[in-house]
């Protein structure tokens, strides 16, 4: 690669990563308002501010489906459909454009990544700060079929209500199916409260039967319902962290998940028996790790008294 200075960068690979910005002179010129970010604001008939004049995709700025605030347009889907929409309107079918999501995949080698709605930065971008993330990793098919490998699963809803905010997903496959259930979810005005009742096909090779959006489901609702209490480390009183049990709850052989230290180790398969070794006295607060065994742990252990707590370390999110 060689840079405008004429250095030479020797590479194998080059990822160019640019971002998007509006070709608006034409509408500029045409006296067509625009965006503070440039984009040209349209309202519900893709009409701009200028009689008779109309525009559609990545140049403009629309409305999100998901919150209503403003926001560009910048994918191919949303541009195709609302050339198909416009001609529609155009030709006097009582339509509207009822805005965008956002809703990209792409294959990065073996891996597939794809994005619906919001992110966390875009969120607080458009100041909506009072939402709940949850992280799963539950498997693309069957796990007793072979080649069932995880996918990584983030999911942004609000705190009150389980609007959907948005989600993401990395893995080898089915990762655009998910991306699109959860974008169909989204479409339907569908919150997290409806996840577990989706009703996806089911057959070893290509799901579970308690496929991907319903564990995505069942643990937005476990957090909406306070079943199972996260908090971070960080937010912990030097007191708390002098005087909590801090308990481990890997089995043996499982190597440790993040750098949070345990003062008590009980695998959770000794759990139950192994009571008498726990304090009831004061909060345990159980290290975090993905999978079902901090939830399983934390049931165990409300069960029979406890103030139960689930913590992460900052590099886990906490
Ligand atoms: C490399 C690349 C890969 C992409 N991959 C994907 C993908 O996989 N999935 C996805 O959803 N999106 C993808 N996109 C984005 C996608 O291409 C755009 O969202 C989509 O093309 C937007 O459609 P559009 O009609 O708004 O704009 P465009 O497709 O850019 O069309 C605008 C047209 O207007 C013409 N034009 C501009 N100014 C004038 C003028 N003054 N007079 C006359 N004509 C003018 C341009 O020449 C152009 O032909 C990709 C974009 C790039 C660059």
């Not at 604001?41 to 999100?64: F, M, P, W």
């Not at 560009?72 to 079918?93: E, F, K």
């Not at 009703?199 to 564990?215: G, K, W």
């Amino acid at each position: 690669m060689v840079l405008a200075d004429g250095q030479h960068l020797p590479t194998d690979m080059l990822i160019v990563v640019t971002g998007v910005r509006p070709n608006n002179e034409l509408a500029a010129s045409a006296g067509i308002k625009l965006a503070a970010n440039g984009h040209v604001v349209v309202d519900d008939h893709l009409a701009t501010s200028v009689e008779n004049i109309y525009a559609i995709g990545d140049v403009i700025e629309t409305t999100s489906l998901i919150t209503g605030l403003p926001t560009p347009s910048v994918l191919s889907s949303p541009a195709n459909r609302q050339g198909h929409l416009l001609a529609d309107i155009l030709t006097g079918a009582p339509l509207t454009y009822n805005g965008f999501i956002g809703v990209s995949v792409v294959k990065i080698f073996d891996l597939t990544a794809s994005c619906v709605g919001y992110t966390e930065q875009t969120l607080k971008a458009a100041g909506i700060t009072d939402y709940e993330t949850l992280f799963v990793t539950p498997f693309d098919h069957a796990f007793f079929y072979p080649n069932a490998q995880r996918l990584n699963i983030k999911l942004i809803f609000d705190k009150a209500t389980g609007k959907i905010y948005g989600g993401q997903f990395v893995g080898h496959s089915g990762v655009d199916k998910r991306a699109a259930e959860l974008s169909v979810a989204i479409t339907g005005g569908l919150t997290v409260h409806d996840l577990p009742s989706m009703e996806f096909p089911y057959s070893p090779p290509y799901a579970a039967s308690r496929d991907a959006l319903n564990i995505v489901g069942y643990v937005a609702l476990n957090k909406l319902n306070q079943t199972e209490t996260v908090v971070n480390y960080s937010d912990l009183t030097q007191e708390e962290r002098e005087t909590g049990i801090f308990l481990d709850v890997r089995e043996a052989g499982k190597p440790a998940y993040g750098t949070l230290r345990a003062n008590l180790h009980v695998p959770l398969s000794e759990l139950r028996d192994r009571l008498a070794d726990i304090p009831k006295d004061r909060p345990v607060y159980i290290l975090y790790r993905p999978g079902l065994a901090p939830y399983n742990a934390t049931t165990i252990l409300m069960g029979n008294g406890y103030q139960v707590v689930v913590v992460k370390s900052a590099e886990q999110g906490g």
